[in-house]
């Protein structure tokens, strides 16, 4: 069946460092694709999504590109700040088919 | 817009007894999610009503979970009797859309249970 599997963590980085979060997936078909955070305390948000091969999603500074080739949808950001420290999920969803989440990436900026 | 709320935020049970976690929707959205999600996982979808009727009931342990969602507005989540194994945060969310359009869908806080 379809999957996602992201990298563990926690990943730690300094602020101002470069952020990849890499997530593959196995699935059928073409899935649309997604980045959720988890902010201490807070419920589960959108990040970013993508819904087809080649679309790049963008928002507060993270970027992922569905890569069909690679099966992957990684994200990055240039910059990160402490405020940025949060668990983050990749999921994927097929038409009229539930969420297939990642086990989430806990992520810690320090100042 | 007020959000998805949820209560309580914490509930420590011990094994064997009942506990009853309650959601209330962003007004308006017809569809509702409950999930699990365990330490270390990503959340594993256990029941979706459209309104106040069963969408998807697969994974939910039906022997000792229930769910309602009387007049299609709030939602009650119950666990009679817990396993030690229930251990989890339980996540409610809404949606507005049809049920596979899942960039609407609003999550709110969790109820944090621990079962001993």
């Known amino acids: 069946g379809d999957s996602v599997t992201q990298m563990e963590g926690p990943v730690t980085l300094s602020e101002e460092a470069f952020l990849t979060i890499n997530c593959t997936y196995t699935?059928?078909?073409?899935?649309?694709l997604f980045w959720y955070v988890q902010y201490p305390g807070e419920g589960l948000q959108l990040l970013l999504k993508?819904?087809?091969a080649d679309d790049k999603g963008s928002n507060k500074g993270f970027e992922a590109t569905y890569r069909k080739e690679t099966t992957s949808f990684h994200l990055e950001k240039g910059s990160v700040q402490v405020s940025d420290s949060a668990v983050y999920f990749c999921?994927?969803?097929?038409?009229?088919?539930?969420?297939?989440w990642g086990a989430g990436t806990k992520l810690i900026i320090k100042p | 817009e007020a959000g998805v709320a949820q209560s309580p935020r914490y509930k420590i049970i011990e094994k064997r007894q009942s506990v009853a976690f309650w959601c209330n929707p962003i007004?308006?959205?017809?569809?509702l999610y409950w999930y699990q999600q365990i330490l270390g996982q990503g959340p594993k979808l256990l029941i979706q009503?459209?309104?106040?009727?069963?969408?998807?009931d697969s994974q939910l342990p039906k022997d000792r979970f229930s769910a309602e969602r009387l007049k299609g507005v709030d939602s009650t989540l119950k666990i009679q009797p817990a396993k030690l194994e229930d251990s989890a945060v339980y996540l409610c969310?809404?949606?507005?859309?049809?049920?596979?359009?899942?960039?609407?869908?609003?999550f709110g806080s969790g109820t944090q249970l621990s079962v001993l």
């Open positions: 969310a809404s949606s507005s859309s049809r049920p596979a359009v899942y960039e609407k869908l609003f």
């Open positions: 007004s308006g959205h017809a569809t």
């Open positions: 009503f459209q309104n106040n009727g069963v969408v998807d």
């Open positions: 699935a059928t078909g073409y899935p649309s």
């Open positions: 993508a819904t087809k």
């Open positions: 999921a994927l969803v097929q038409v009229n088919y539930q969420l297939i």
